[in-house]
């Protein structure tokens, strides 16, 4: 098996809240509707980590979003760091309820419900090395087909 098989559950492994579920879809929704940015789910990286949500724009731009569903589940988190390494930009997430003062003003911010999203705060641009960006785009080929095969072919 490869790191590229994706025996995992395709959008929901029973870790995350309502919250940040209905997050999630909202980001997703927004990314491609207004930046035309292809969404992938729970995106496992090399380094052992898994983004909340990796989103591809048309030009091959990296975009990963870290969602954040309450005070508790930032402030217990402290793995985010590790993301920033796979993409050009990096985002948190936050339900509207959540105080974005929370958020370290360095990194982007965006807020979004189950029905979409909005940019609160531009992140950075931090360009991604060819080696690194050519290596993500074939994982992320492989990770897209494996999960439209496996919605094909569930007894896989």
């Known amino acids: 098996m490869s790191q590229y098989d994706s025996n ?6 029973g870790r995350q809240s309502p919250t940040a579920l ?24 090399v380094n052992g980590r898994r983004a909340d949500v990796l989103a591809v724009g048309a ?24 993301y920033k390494d ?10 509207p309820e ?15 419900d189950g029905h979409g999203g909005d940019i609160l705060r531009p992140a950075p641009l931090d360009t991604l090395a060819p080696a690194r960006r050519k290596a ?6 492989r990770l897209g087909a494996d999960r439209v095969h496996t919605l094909m072919d569930p007894g896989l």
Do not use: T
């Open 22 to 45: 209905g997050v999630q879809r909202g980001v997703m929704r927004f990314l491609r509707s207004v930046h035309d940015m292809a969404c992938y789910a729970e995106v496992p990286l």
């Open 86 to 95: 796979f993409c050009d930009r990096f985002f948190f997430c936050k339900p």
């Open 98 to 112: 959540l105080d974005p003062g929370i958020f370290p003003f360095e990194e982007g911010l965006m807020v979004a």
């Open 8 to 13: 995992e559950p395709l959008l929901v492994d």
């Open 136 to 141: 993500m785009m074939l994982k992320l080929a």
């Open 59 to 82: 030009r091959g731009e990296i975009w990963i979003v870290e969602i954040k569903s309450s005070l508790i589940d930032y402030r217990v988190d402290a793995k985010w760091p590790n």
